[in-house]
């Protein structure tokens, strides 16, 4: 297709369908992005700056969120900062990737590392925190 035929084929789309495409993750990824086929519980993305490590989590996050397969989803980062800054409200985080971002509901955000914690403490909010899915940027 020419840069004119693309030019003319996105001027006829309506600004929904536009929307939709330029949400369309399939469409914008690169195959290093996806996770992995199979059966695995860690998916380790080695990257640079730029690569879009922090895209493709939030897109994995999206995905498992939309299709029930995840209803608890864990985002985990060094600072709490990093967490809201970054994976919440950065560019490429789970509020941006959204076209559905009204229906999102952030639960509880934690910070702990002020706080050293007992061992005690540290077993009970292992038990306590119960997710379906986790990521970390």
């Not at 369309?24 to 519980?41: C, E, I, M, T, V």
């Not at 077993?123 to 899915?133: G, H, M």
Request: charged share 20%.
């Amino acid at each position: 297709m020419t840069v004119d035929q693309r030019l003319t084929f996105l001027n006829s789309l309506s600004d929904d369908h536009l929307q939709m495409l330029a949400h369309d993750w399939a469409l914008w990824a690169r195959d290093q992005q996806w996770p992995p086929q199979g059966q695995w519980r860690v998916w380790l993305m080695v990257a640079g700056r730029g690569f879009g490590k922090t895209r493709a989590g939030a897109e994995w996050v999206r995905m498992k969120a939309s299709c029930g397969k995840a209803g608890r989803i864990a985002l985990v980062g060094e600072t709490f900062h990093d967490v809201r800054q970054v994976m919440i409200e950065g560019a490429s985080g789970v509020l941006a990737i959204s076209p559905e971002a009204d229906g999102l509901y952030i639960d509880v955000l934690l910070d702990f590392s002020a706080t050293p914690l007992s061992q005690s403490a540290q077993y009970q909010l292992k038990r306590r925190l119960v997710v379906d899915a986790t990521t970390f940027d």
